[in-house]
């Protein structure tokens, strides 16, 4: 064997490196996977830990969250509730001072009224206190009588939940303190075998100063806490099956117990007590020493423990890693077993040692007939490519010498260079082409490399967005720099960004919404696509951007619009049944002033106090249905300049003569369809919250302009309008301004900036109902100091001006004779109605719903002259049976009497024969003139 030899150089050469390199794998393999597996598995512990401690978190967040969500609405409905009986009380009051009734028997009707009240599954009451110091007196209790009269004290009403001291006296504290307020404390609940221990409660107080009661009420929460405890041992339960699926290597698993060593999460002792848990080594309680490795923040405790094919026997080496669960007390703990990962090492180095004998053997074969056949014409071929340029490729086409085998290897690799070459000057124009791509594109692109996080190219649209002047100035720049502090779901933007590139590290592409933020500081929201991608040997990420702010804007109105619509479903609906009981009380009123019933002048001062009061009433549910878009209006071609000029002639004798009001009729085309009544209103309402605004004087501007509104104006507003001509009635004033946490509010029914007494709340609202039953839509505008502007748009119509011939009240009551039916579920309008109707000279019959009446009609239709029906009726609405009277008798004749009534059904009804409407509360003249036009009766 010639040592000198090519052909022996590389065969004992590919030999000995091939040997020595196994060997040394080998070892280091033996020692890199030892620590490698042992920190994998050591990762997965940990990893493990943390997911459970999260779950663990999340849970107990959302238990937590579910109890105070439970804990606000109780409160909530304890406030409305003693705020619906305080001004039970105030009306009482208010009845005692204006109609004479003795104060105590004033007291003594309302206390009994709202003894029977109750409310939360009949164990929700109110009780009376009076404000006696320093225990105050019980005047009501509907569950305790034995207190009344009493002040009641000692041990047994020392039951604060948070705090000492006598409950009674805790009520009196807060009522003259804030006038309202919460305790928490323990009281016995009502069941029916009587009282119960005591149980966790709520009250809630308030302070009436007149009569110097404290009026309180209370509501139990230990169902709260029931079902806490449920949902924590369904955690529980959930993590016992979780813990068979979760394994660490082959048989390594997480558990959890809590701070007095009870195990609530384990796969062999779930639910056992660990006192007898010890440590064969310390001979200490092994679940103790686990707590202390924590409290010591050691990284992991090592100790011997049984595993789940050999349990009993602590004669395994394992560590755990723990962490707490500071609020339930829970510790959480990750273990693994050490010979787990020995054992796998041992097997796979003797697998290795095994494969690198044959491996070498086959090498040395390999080698020697490689060698044999390169080694002479290598050197020759070798120099004859060396002259290469700045690429490494060739600069003359390679001779063919040699062998054939090296000749053919000559033309492949004169081939290779042609193909390479080829391939190259492609590229080149490839990435030529796509550079431009790139940074002509008008959609913003950003390549940012994935380790140090800043932007390395971009192209012109990206610097615009992010309000950079070049591409200079933002490449370099990191994603917290072109971003909001915070996003809108207010996690910092330092750990959101983090995630969404693991995310897209992981995934390959990732979608997402981001709040940006401009170099002048203006925020802006962007859908963000991100994807991973790797360029030249370098890591690197992409992403594009959509300014996604206008949709985000529109999305937020429409929310808003619904928000109100549901608000307006609810107000229409309180207004109704305020409307039926306030239709009793005016016709009730207005039977009592007849001159037979022979009223003193106190007694028809009094009756008067009631129908004005009423009135009020009446004026104050007609802006409910106007918010609720329920009432009847009349619409007609209307000249919006006449009734702007009409309210201002109001507004000149209301308001304070220091604020100037200003007309600038522009517009040329000032006819829309409208209820001019309600219009006024509109205008009417805010110019006095105007004026409320500009306390020490100002200016009131309406002015008014023809627009044209285009499809997209219309389909990004939040009201449903349509494109075409409209009027845009501007009303500015100079005030205080609105500030923005109250601006999108203002619409909202019962939310007011004034003081209590001073408005209900509603102006605004009946606003927003008027113009969106108009077809039309109203924004506004603000600055603090600047003063407030206000746009209602209105669709112009081409009809002509409707005008109203002025005519005087008919108060004259008309008469007659006959059957009526009269049908409504309020037994107090049935009542009034049918003294009413009697007094004209009808014969009345009465039903408290649909359904009964239909069946009345049926059996004696040809004695009933005449059906009055109310519209909302339990049962059978009232629409529902006047199509079964018709189907009975189709020529009998009906009236509709109600609170409100959608125009639709209302104009439907009267093409198919209803004989006439009358809105409540309505006067015993508009009915009896109504009934007279129907039945053709004369005066």
């Given at each position: 064997m010639n040592l000198n030899s090519l052909q022996t150089r590389i065969t004992l050469t590919i030999a000995g490196i091939v040997a020595i390199s196994l060997t040394l794998t080998i070892i280091f393999f033996s020692s890199r996977a030892t620590n490698e597996l042992s920190s994998a598995m050591d990762e997965n512990a940990i990893n493990l830990l943390n997911a459970t401690f999260n779950l663990v978190?999340?849970?107990?967040?959302?238990?937590?969250?579910?109890?105070?969500?439970?804990?606000?609405?109780?409160?909530?409905?304890?406030?409305?509730?003693?705020?619906?009986?305080?001004?039970?009380?105030?009306?009482?009051?208010?009845?005692?001072?204006?109609?004479?009734?003795?104060?105590?028997?004033?007291?003594?009707?309302?206390?009994?009224?709202?003894?029977?009240?109750?409310?939360?599954?009949?164990?929700?009451?109110?009780?009376?206190?009076?404000?006696?110091?320093?225990?105050?007196?019980?005047?009501?209790?509907?569950?305790?009588?034995?207190?009344?009269?009493?002040?009641?004290?000692?041990?047994r009403y020392h039951c604060l939940i948070n705090g000492e001291g006598n409950i009674f006296t805790a009520f009196l504290n807060i009522a003259e303190q804030d006038g309202e307020g919460y305790v928490e404390y323990l009281w016995p609940k009502p069941s029916p075998s009587g009282l119960t221990v005591d149980q966790p409660k709520i009250g809630f107080v308030k302070y009436f100063k007149p009569w110097n009661w404290i009026i309180g009420t209370g509501v139990y929460v230990d169902d709260i806490e029931i079902d806490v405890k449920k949902r924590t041992e369904a955690v529980i339960r959930d993590l016992n099956n979780t813990i068979l699926k979760q394994m660490v290597g082959e048989n390594g698993y997480y558990f959890i117990f809590d701070k007095n060593n009870f195990v609530l999460a384990h796969p062999l002792y779930a639910g056992m007590d660990g006192k007898n848990f010890i440590n064969p080594v310390t001979k200490n309680n092994i679940l103790d020493e686990l707590k202390d490795s924590y409290h010591r923040k050691l990284d992991f405790f090592q100790y011997r423990w049984d595993k789940p094919e050999d349990k009993g026997n602590f004669i395994y080496a394992k560590k755990s890693y723990v962490t707490y669960f500071e609020p339930l007390g829970w510790y959480i703990a990750s273990s693994v077993y050490d010979k787990y990962y020995e054992n796998k090492i041992s097997g796979a180095v003797k697998q290795i040692v095994l494969f690198s004998l044959f491996f070498i053997i086959g090498s040395i074969l390999v080698a020697y007939l490689v060698s044999k056949s390169i080694s002479k014409p290598l050197i020759l071929l070798i120099k004859s490519i060396s002259n290469t340029d700045d690429y490494g490729i060739p600069l003359n086409k390679v001779k063919r010498i040699g062998a054939t085998e090296i000749q053919t290897l000559s033309t492949t690799f004169n081939k290779m260079i042609t193909s390479i070459t080829e391939s190259r000057d492609k590229l080149e124009a490839s990435e030529s082409f796509n550079k431009v791509l790139f940074h002509d594109s008008i959609i913003p692109l950003v390549v940012m490399d994935q380790n140090t996080g800043k932007f390395i190219d971009c192209n012109q649209a990206?610097?615009?967005?992010?309000?950079?002047?070049?591409?200079?100035?933002?490449?370099?720049?990191?994603?917290?720099?072109?971003?909001?502090?915070?996003?809108?779901?207010?996690?910092?933007?330092?750990?959101?960004?983090?995630?969404?590139?693991?995310?897209?590290?992981?995934?390959?592409?990732?979608?997402?919404?981001?709040?940006?933020?401009?170099?002048?500081?203006?925020?802006?929201?962007?859908?963000?696509?991100?994807?991973?991608?790797?360029?030249?040997?370098?890591?690197?990420?992409?992403?594009?951007?959509?300014?996604?702010?206008?949709?985000?804007?529109?999305?937020?109105?429409?929310?808003?619009?619904?928000?109100?619509?549901?608000?307006?479903?609810?107000?229409?609906?309180?207004?109704?049944?305020?409307?039926?009981?306030?239709?009793?009380?005016?016709?009730?009123?207005?039977?009592?002033?007849?001159?037979?019933?022979?009223?003193?002048?106190?007694?028809?001062?009094?009756?008067?106090?009631?129908?004005?009061?009423?009135?009020?009433?009446?004026?104050?549910?007609?802006?409910?249905?106007?918010?609720?878009?329920?009432?009847?209006?009349?619409?007609?071609?209307?000249?919006?300049?006449?009734?702007?000029?009409?309210?201002?002639?109001?507004?000149?004798?209301?308001?304070?003569?220091?604020?100037?009001?200003?007309?600038?009729?522009?517009?040329?085309?000032?006819?829309?369809?409208?209820?001019?009544?309600?219009?006024?209103?509109?205008?009417?309402?805010?110019?006095?919250?105007?004026?409320?605004?500009?306390?020490?004087?100002?200016?009131?501007?309406?002015?008014?302009?023809?627009?044209?509104?285009?499809?997209?104006?219309?389909?990004?507003?939040?009201?449903?309008?349509?494109?075409?001509?409209?009027?845009?009635?501007?009303?500015?004033?100079?005030?205080?301004?609105?500030?923005?946490?109250?601006?999108?509010?203002?619409?909202?029914?019962?939310?007011?900036?004034?003081?209590?007494?001073?408005?209900?709340?509603?102006?605004?609202?009946?606003?927003?109902?008027?113009?969106?039953?108009?077809?039309?839509?109203?924004?506004?505008a603000s600055e603090i100091g600047i003063g407030t502007v206000f746009h209602i748009y209105l669709p112009n119509t081409s009809a002509p001006e409707t005008t109203n011939e002025e005519t005087s009240?008919?108060?004259?009551?008309?008469?007659?004779?006959?059957?009526?039916?009269?049908v409504d579920d309020e037994e107090l309008i049935r009542k009034v109605g049918s003294i009413l109707l009697k007094e004209m000279g009808f014969d009345v019959i009465l039903a408290a719903n649909g359904l009964e009446a239909v069946n009345i009609f049926s059996s004696q239709n040809k004695d009933i002259d005449l059906i009055i029906t109310d519209m909302i009726m339990p049962v059978m609405n009232g629409r529902e049976a006047f199509y079964r009277f018709k189907k009975i008798d189709n020529n009998c004749k009906i009236i509709i009497s109600s609170g409100f009534v959608r125009d639709e059904n209302l104009e439907q009804m009267e093409r198919d024969g209803l004989s006439g409407f009358i809105k409540k509360p309505f006067k015993s003249n508009e009915l009896s003139q109504l009934i007279g036009k129907v039945l053709g009766l004369t005066q």
């Open positions: 978190s999340s849970q107990h967040s959302n238990i937590q969250f579910y109890k105070e969500a439970m804990m606000a609405r109780r409160k909530e409905e304890l406030k409305n509730n003693t705020d619906i009986v305080y001004k039970l009380i105030e009306s009482a009051y208010m009845g005692y001072k204006a109609a004479g009734v003795a104060e105590e028997e004033a007291k003594r009707r309302i206390l009994s009224r709202i003894n029977q009240i109750r409310f939360a599954d009949d164990v929700g009451y109110f009780w009376v206190n009076d404000i006696t110091r320093p225990i105050p007196k019980i005047i009501m209790h509907p569950v305790r009588p034995d207190l009344i009269g009493k002040s009641s004290d000692g041990p990206a610097a615009d967005i992010y309000g950079f002047k070049t591409i200079a100035d933002t490449i370099g720049k990191s994603p917290l720099d072109v971003s909001a502090e915070r996003q809108e779901d207010g996690e910092l933007s330092s750990i959101a960004a983090p995630r969404h590139i693991a995310e897209a590290l992981k995934k390959g592409s990732v979608l997402f919404d981001w709040l940006h933020q401009k170099v002048n500081g203006e925020l802006w929201n962007a859908e963000v696509q991100l994807m991973s991608l790797t360029y030249k040997d370098q890591n690197l990420l992409q992403f594009s951007l959509l300014d996604i702010t206008a949709r985000k804007q529109a999305q937020e109105q429409l929310s808003h619009n619904r928000k109100m619509d549901a608000i307006g479903q609810l107000a229409g609906g309180v207004a109704h049944d305020f409307n039926n009981l306030l239709a009793g009380i005016i016709t009730a009123s207005q039977m009592l002033k007849l001159p037979k019933r022979k009223l003193d002048d106190k007694g028809l001062e009094l009756v008067d106090m009631i129908m004005s009061a009423s009135t009020r009433a009446a004026d104050f549910t007609n802006k409910l249905l106007t918010f609720g878009r329920k009432g009847k209006m009349l619409f007609s071609p209307i000249n919006i300049h006449t009734a702007i000029n009409e309210t201002i002639a109001m507004l000149s004798n209301t308001i304070d003569k220091k604020i100037n009001i200003r007309v600038n009729n522009n517009a040329t085309n000032f006819i829309v369809n409208g209820d001019n009544a309600e219009l006024q209103n509109i205008f009417l309402n805010l110019g006095i919250n105007a004026s409320h605004a500009m306390a020490e004087g100002g200016e009131l501007t309406f002015s008014t302009t023809n627009i044209e509104l285009n499809r997209e104006f219309c389909d990004a507003s939040t009201f449903a309008i349509e494109p075409g001509q409209f009027i845009d009635i501007e009303v500015r004033d100079t005030g205080c301004g609105i500030e923005d946490n109250c601006l999108s509010k203002i619409f909202d029914p019962f939310y007011t900036t004034k003081q209590p007494g001073s408005g209900s709340g509603l102006g605004l609202s009946a606003v927003y109902g008027t113009v969106h039953s108009h077809n039309g839509t109203i924004n506004v009240d008919n108060n004259i009551t008309i008469t007659g004779s006959g059957t009526i039916l009269l």
